[in-house]
């Protein structure tokens, strides 16, 4: 049975039992929770609660940090050559408190948190930021030197900064995606004075939050201006969710409701597995949905269907966003995610398409989704999620620095540098 097909059963059951429920006046006979006459079917929030906004209420402390120092980054790092054993930032990256930091670092990218797992049955997301910044202590020595396939470094060639982390009412999706998108357009507002803005990279937290970042950059670059390269898969797209209006498999279907991103700025690649069904392949393709399945990608090749999904993306708005859920990479590499798929990418497959499409496209805000790390006790799901960051932080740093050809690679890097005879 589809998924779809399953959704409708559920909706029909539901509603022969609620028919059943009101006959035997609403008593719990095993086949419907129990809802009385008159009964609201959510118990409201309490708004007399001293405690009801403190989530995003900031401390005295930051207070006292704004008021009493002059803006820019703030190195938490004392000495040289902690190595491995730093504080975990992003990528070991300094940090910034508030938009007046990103604007006198003149930031390029600003790495943050946002951490809510609540839209998700498989909770474990909310780990997510934290596992990233201590992955960092894994990686070594090569957390400051170029990429060898490229010889870029980005955390030397373009200003990379951990932004800390966004405001969560731990208990409620539908109330933290508002100050999610408030915390992500903060940032992307930022305008340096050559015209350039600060990229958020946003670090989840399920994938309902995609919701309030891409709408985010909606504010800050306009309704209809952006466009979305979607790595996934799943499609996202649902329309119901248990009476909830978002959830970690609804938040494209939300952009393309409230009229924020047009389905043919919506470019998907990787679907796989069970999600969408044909009855969703019809609805994307009725909202013209550029869409490109693991099952296109194992018949035309990565590299041809990557051809296509960047010119694509330079076919669209001006602007572009990428959602990255980790279960892109086969659960083999990353067995730390919510909703595993089995014969995804390998990270091999992944890294350079991720570089490449951040070189060549617009990128104006990247997120990566569904990290669970406690799922995985090896830590390799988050050093990969660590190194997909790094990849596209290599792509934006090569479009800075003008290097923007088609899978570049230095001259250092192929056949020990000299031509094979
Ligand atoms: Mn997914």
Redesign the pocket.
């Known amino acids: 049975m589809n998924l779809n097909r399953l959704a409708a059963t559920v909706v029909a059951l539901t509603m022969a039992e609620q028919a059943q429920a009101q006959i035997s006046g609403h008593e719990y006979e095993g086949t419907v929770a129990p809802i009385r006459e008159g009964e609201q079917p959510l118990i409201p929030l309490d708004t007399e609660d001293p405690i009801y906004n403190a989530w995003r209420r900031p401390l005295p402390s930051f207070e006292g940090q704004r008021e009493g120092r002059e803006p820019g980054l703030v190195d938490p790092q004392r000495f040289y050559g902690q190595g491995y054993m730093q504080l975990p930032t992003f990528l070991h990256q300094p940090l910034t408190i508030t938009p007046e930091d990103l604007a006198a670092g003149n930031v390029d990218v600003a790495i943050m948190g946002a951490f809510t797992d609540m839209g998700t049955g498989a909770r474990g997301a909310a780990r997510g930021p934290n596992a990233v910044r201590n992955s960092s202590i894994y990686l070594g020595y090569g957390a400051r030197q170029p990429d060898m396939h490229v010889m870029v470094d980005p955390l030397q060639d373009i200003t990379v900064v951990d932004y800390g982390t966004a405001p969560n009412d731990m208990l409620s999706t539908e109330r933290t995606i508002h100050a999610v998108r408030s915390f992500v357009r903060q940032a992307a507002g930022v305008q340096h004075e050559d015209g350039r803005h600060v990229i958020p990279f946003i670090v989840g937290g399920d ?1 309902s939050q995609m919701h309030p970042n891409v709408a985010a950059m909606t504010d800050v670059y306009g309704i209809g201006k952006v466009a979305v390269v979607h790595f ?3 499609y ?1 797209a649902g329309k119901y969710g248990l009476g909830h209006l978002i959830n970690h498999g609804m938040p494209v279907y939300r952009l393309i409701e409230e009229g924020l991103v047009e389905g043919k700025n919506f470019i998907q690649v990787a679907l796989r597995g069970y999600c969408p069904d044909e009855s969703a392949c019809e609805w994307m393709r009725a909202n013209e949905f550029r869409y490109h399945t693991m099952a296109e990608l194992e018949h035309r090749g990565r590299d041809a269907v990557m051809k296509v999904v960047i010119s694509q993306a330079n076919d669209s708005p001006d602007y572009m966003s990428i959602s990255f ?1 980790i ?1 892109m990479f086969d659960p083999a590499f990353v067995p730390g995610t919510g ?1 595993p798929e089995p014969s995804g990418l390998m990270p091999r497959e992944i890294f350079p398409i991720i570089r490449q499409l951040c070189a060549e496209a617009n990128v104006i805000g990247f997120e990566i989704v ?1 990290l669970a790390p406690l799922m995985d006790p090896t830590h390799v799901s988050a050093s990969n999620a660590n190194r997909t960051i790094r990849e596209c932080l290599t792509g934006v740093a090569m479009r800075k620095m003008g290097i923007t050809e088609p899978d570049d690679k230095s001259p250092l890097t192929v056949s020990h540098g000299r031509a094979i005879e």
Do not use: G, L
Request: proline share 0%.
């Open positions: 994938h996934d898969a799943h996202n859920d279960d909703t569904e």
